[in-house]
């Protein structure tokens, strides 16, 4: 696949401009995202943190999802893309000695090819996905001074290597937004092996730019925003994380947002992945694209 896509992107090298070839058109390195970053989903690029108030503790998020290419089909009004992402999150469960102390880490590399579609009332959406994901605990997770790792949970060899479908439809009502989305995932390489190797999720989220309509003349929008997943990890479970917040910018523009969320579920961290936590969390993050 990856050779496939650097021999597409050499043909397509000479075009710094969107130029038509018969009935559609295409541009390299565009500015902007084709296919928005999922709200209420963990494993998204982003660059943010979340605060949990129970423990103090910190989960910081550093990524960044990029279209390589996109072409547009005027007749069909649909739209195609090919990215790449790579992301990170971390677990910080203190600040020793003037720096964050990383606990945990969670690792992730991969593509996807983005299409859409619109309609009168809204526009169809879809993603696939192929993602390496691998978590590692670092040393804030190390007593240095007992030579030992904390708790004696020492790490374990966790990787995850999968691809997943996304299929949905975002409106426009006279409100604002709403994008509804469900997804279906395959693993072609986990470990530990008593992983599940297939799950899914769904979700949604509402957006309202008529409350506040503007702040410092940007455009406000108040938002919620919910995702459950069915896991296996390694029994089948259901996560479910919800977000309520507002975001600073158009809506499927560049902004920045802050939210409160709830998380039920297997701990996002892959390294505890069979614990089960409740989790309350003040954040933000930014729409950088």
Known sequence: MLRRLIMLLMFFYICTKAQPINDFTYKLFHSGVHFLPLKANYQEARVGILYYPDNTNLKVDIG?????????FPRSKSTLSLSIEFMGYALSTSYKGNRL???ALDGFFGGNAAFSKDYENGRFIS????IHNSAHLVDGHYDKELGKWIDDKEPIPFTRDFGELT?????YPSFGSLRAYGTVAYATLVRPSEIQKWSGYFGYEVAFDKI???TFNEKTNLFLATQFNLVGSPKYQLNSNFMGGVKFGEWDGKGLVFYLSYYIGANPFSEYYSERINKFGIGFFVDFF
């Open 127 to 130: 993603r696939f996905r192929i």
């Open 101 to 103: 102390q990383i606990d």
């Open 167 to 171: 299929l949905g439809y975002q409106f």
């Open 64 to 72: 960044n999802n990029v279209d390589l290419l996109l072409i547009k």
């Open 212 to 214: 506040i309509d503007k």
